[in-house]
Nanobody, 126 residues
């Protein structure tokens, strides 16, 4: 049984930092495309960042480039999203996802991921 368990969300002031973690069991993240998505109230789920499974290339949506860093520790079977310079518009529930996919990870949409975390809330007040 595959489980992705997230942690690390919370309330942070603008300009602050948080690190989200997503611990996997039942799959080996080293062989999977991993991604972070977010969903703000009343909005669709939005892709944030991902790591391709082949060459480990990392990609970011323009809104978070230079502020967020995605990483993966295969030995711990855990993925991370380091967030810095947080803004009120980053407020959302953040979800980790993983799937056995072959192409560059930015090509895949949310519906193509079959394994999801439960979500963790990040709130940046205005």
């Amino acid at each position: 049984q595959v489980q992705l368990v997230e942690s690390g969300g919370g309330l942070v002031q603008p300009g602050g930092s948080l690190r989200l973690s997503c611990a996997a069991s039942g799959i080996s993240l080293g062989a999977y495309v991993v991604a972070w998505f977010r969903q703000a109230p009343g909005k669709e789920r939005e892709w944030v960042s991902c790591i391709s499974s082949g060459d480990g290339s990392k990609y970011y949506t323009d809104a978070v480039k230079g502020r967020f860093t995605i990483s993966k520790d295969n030995a711990k079977n855990t993925m991370y999203l380091q967030m810095a310079g947080l803004k009120p518009e980053d407020t959302a529930t953040y979800y980790c996802a993983a799937e056995s996919l072959a192409l560059s990870c930015y090509l895949y949409q949310a519906y193509e991921y079959g394994n999801w975390g439960q979500g963790t809330q990040v709130t940046v007040p205005s």
